[in-house]
Nanobody, 119 residues
Framework: QVQLVESGGGLVQAGGSLRLSCVAS????????MGWYRQAPGKQRDLVAR???????NYADSVKGRFTISRDSAKNTVYLQMNNLKPEDTAVYYC?????????????WGQGTQVTVSS
């Protein structure tokens, strides 16, 4: 059973930092591009950042220069370092990745981790 589990969310003041982690576990053959999305109350789920399995990255304009995505392929883990957080960054953050497990290929999502930024 493949699953993605996020951690690292919490409550932080504006200007502060948090580091999110997402670990993929289970019977994994390969993982493709890993990404972070976020969803604020009443809004759609939007892409924050993603990283390919060779390290190419792209970011939403709203987080460029403040957030950094990275991955440790040996640990099946993706990170999101978030600096200079703003109240508008408040959301549930989800990680996602396409994973090959045995004969199966699926897009997996984590359960989400809450990030709250106070002003």
């Amino acid at each position: 059973q493949v699953q993605l589990v996020e951690s690292g969310g919490g409550l932080v003041q504006a200007g502060g930092s948090l580091r999110l982690s997402c670990v993929a576990s289970g019977s994994i053959f390969s993982i493709g591009t890993m990404g972070w999305y976020r969803q604020a109350p009443g809004k759609q789920r939007d892409l924050v950042a993603r990283i390919t399995n060779i390290g190419a990255t792209n970011y939403a304009d709203s987080v460029k220069g403040r957030f950094t995505i990275s991955r440790d392929s040996a640990k099946n883990t993706v990170y999101l370092q978030m600096n200079n957080l703003k109240p508008e960054d408040t959301a549930v953050y989800y990680c996602t990745a396409p994973i090959v497990s045995g004969p199966h290929y699926s897009e997996y999502w984590g359960q989400g981790t809450q990030v709250t930024v106070s002003s």
